[in-house]
């Protein structure tokens, strides 16, 4: 196959890579929450019923920006279920996935579990059952010092110092007509709107993301978005947007190319936020928090019936799955300048990058993408120009085989690469116009032996990450040989 070159600038960045973009999603939904991060009866249980083993793992991913409690659940969850003493909360029926709900796990352990693992908060507050006050009352909760009415709700759980919770959704897929408590856009946006400002009264400092089309399918896609925006105005700091991705088609060509889709609903999105700026005549842009975003399509059991903790979309992922993870991050990548959040769905058990099974553990394929490229996310993203071969997908029009991205870390340059070919050996050069390559720091391999390959309890490391040296620097560049259907993630040191 024809060489792939990579040519790249310092002068032509995109923007810094915001830490955010390497979020992560919780939800009552399933075995996520319960015999997932919570589970005091496991022999892995900390102090706090948290299990170190899958805390152990989510720490390898640095995960940032974890956003809870749904999802769909947030539209049936009402805040004060899930404070105060734990023998007297209550069981509720929860009807967005038909579960039990003992609320054990509520704001205060999550809080509790985000101070544990570095996490930045990210609540959603309930627009859908729930009221604009209820909202406003859970800043306060979180937020204010002690001396009204739900600060000392929480002072009188053992909790004097404020949590600080700066990142606040504003409902979520609202224009979903599944999602209770859905409305048309202008009704929704009152309601935000309405909640946005008792909430920014409560306190200011806090950023909130306006809910926007879940989905690209949806007849009001970017319509509603333009509507919520142009009604909340610089109340909203942020606007959501979601995609899970399938091969139902049993096509992994198009499937990989499914990063050019990506890319699309994100200009698309961006496109809405600036004209509604341009048309308000504002200073104030809102920017894109992708806060729900997975491959999903093999498992979709949804439906709990009234069980608590029941089995529910537990995907298992192969390595293709593991490379269209890649191609949404190479994306945000090169969407640096308006992707400002993004939120893996979700981190464990349901569609996610770790499994358990009992006291057992399982890292999953696509763990190791997130993995490779949080290691490498601080610095600028760059422009990436590429000359290449390409093919036509079916779905998704003509893609380049080599799909990348790239971040400059002060004197190190982060390349990565997905060869996208099902049986052919790509090769890349990479070429930094104004600074020589000097020197591979370090590069790390993700392949299998096919595309249907994936990790098992019996088999853990079929699909993992490993380091390599193949990369070869010459004359100021470098060159790379990706296996078929791999992932490289490079360092390289300049000169």
Avoid at 84 to 105: H, I, K
Avoid at 151 to 177: F, I, Q, S, T
């Amino acid at each position: 196959m024809q060489t792939t070159l990579l040519s790249l600038h310092s002068r032509f960045p995109i923007a810094s890579v915001d830490e955010r973009i390497f979020g992560g999603f919780i939800e009552h939904m399933g075995r996520c929450v319960y015999e997932g991060l919570y589970d005091p009866s496991s022999k892995h249980a900390d102090a706090d019923g948290f299990r170190s083993d899958v805390c152990g793992a989510l720490k390898r991913l640095g995960m940032t920006a974890i956003r809870y409690p749904g999802g769909n659940f947030a539209s049936g969850y009402h805040w004060l279920d899930g404070v105060g003493p734990r023998d007297a909360r209550p069981t509720v029926r929860e009807l967005a996935w038909q579960s039990s709900e003992p609320n054990r796990f509520g704001t205060d352990e999550y809080l509790r579990l985000c101070a544990v693992m570095g996490w930045t908060p990210m609540l959603t507050v309930n627009l859908g059952t729930g009221t604009p006050e209820e909202a406003r009352n859970w800043v306060e909760y979180c937020n204010c010092p002690g001396g009204t009415k739900y600060a000392d709700l929480r002072v009188a759980g053992g909790n004097d110092r404020p949590y600080g919770v700066k990142l606040w959704c504003l409902g979520n897929e609202m224009d979903g007509a599944w999602q209770l408590g859905h409305v048309p856009a202008d009704q929704y946006a009152i309601r935000a709107q309405q909640a946005a400002k008792m909430m920014k009264d409560t306190d200011k400092s806090i950023a909130l993301v306006a809910c926007g089309s879940c989905g690209v399918s949806i007849p009001t896609y970017m319509e509603w978005d333009r509507i919520v925006l142009e009604y909340l105005g610089d109340q909203a700091d942020y606007v959501s947007l979601h995609r899970y991705v399938e091969n139902r088609a049993n096509d992994t060509a198009d499937f990989l190319a499914v990063t050019n889709a990506v890319d699309r609903q994100i200009e698309e999105m961006d496109a809405v936020c600036r004209f509604v700026q341009a048309r308000r005549r504002s200073r104030k842009r809102a920017y894109l928090c992708f806060d729900e975003w997975n491959v999903w399509y093999k498992n979709m059991e949804c439906n709990g019936q009234g069980k608590f903790a029941p089995h529910l979309v537990e995907e298992v992922y192969n390595l293709e799955d593991a490379l269209v993870v890649a191609g949404f991050l190479h994306s945000f990548l090169r969407h640096a300048d308006c992707v400002k959040i993004a939120n893996i769905a979700q981190v464990v058990n349901v569609i996610a990058p770790v499994l358990t099974q009992g006291d057992r553990m399982l890292i999953q394929s696509i763990f190791y993408p997130f993995e490779m490229f949080s290691r490498r996310r601080n610095g600028v993203s760059l422009r990436p120009a590429v000359e290449g071969p390409a093919y036509e997908g079916k779905t998704h029009g003509r893609t380049n085989y080599i799909d990348v991205s790239a971040v400059l870390d002060g004197q190190r340059m982060h390349v990565f690469a997905t060869n996208r070919a099902p049986d052919a050996e790509a090769e890349l050069a990479v070429r930094i116009a104004d600074a020589d390559i000097a020197a591979l720091d370090s590069a790390e391999l993700l392949t299998g032996p096919d595309a249907k390959a994936a990790n098992s309890y019996e088999n853990p490391d079929v699909i993992r990450s490993v380091e390599w040296r193949e990369p070869a620097v010459r004359n100021g560049q470098a060159v790379a040989k990706l296996p078929p259907l791999s992932l490289a993630a490079m360092t390289f040191r300049l000169a």
